[in-house]
């Protein structure tokens, strides 16, 4: 199992009171991460990835074993720690303003 922290926000959405959790078959990427995501939680659609160009939203930015992933290719494979569930894929939500 895939273990993924989203931001406080999302997980009210989702209806989540931890971490989500989700099976990944095949090579574990942000993409299929996402995808696996997305489907457990329809009511995520959009809001992480864009729904057109499947682009990972402005104010958001994904994180594994203490690297930022964010502007890493969505097909890329997740660091192993990831795929057998002993880190998190992590979501976190940007902080903008001035």
Aim: aromatic share 6%; hydrophobic share 45%.
């Amino acid at each position: 199992m895939i273990r993924v922290v989203l931001p406080a926000h999302l997980r009210t959405l989702a209806q989540l009171k931890g971490e989500a959790q989700v099976q990944v078959d095949g090579t574990v990427t942000q993409r299929s991460v996402l995808d696996a995501l997305e489907a457990k939680y329809p009511m995520l659609r959009g809001t992480i990835r864009d729904y057109d160009t499947q682009r990972r939203r402005a104010f958001l930015r994904f994180f594994a074993c203490a690297q930022d992933l964010s502007n890493e290719s969505p097909d890329a494979p997740l660091p192993e720690a990831v795929a057998t569930g002993a880190e998190p894929f992590v979501v976190v939500g940007a902080i903008a303003g001035g």
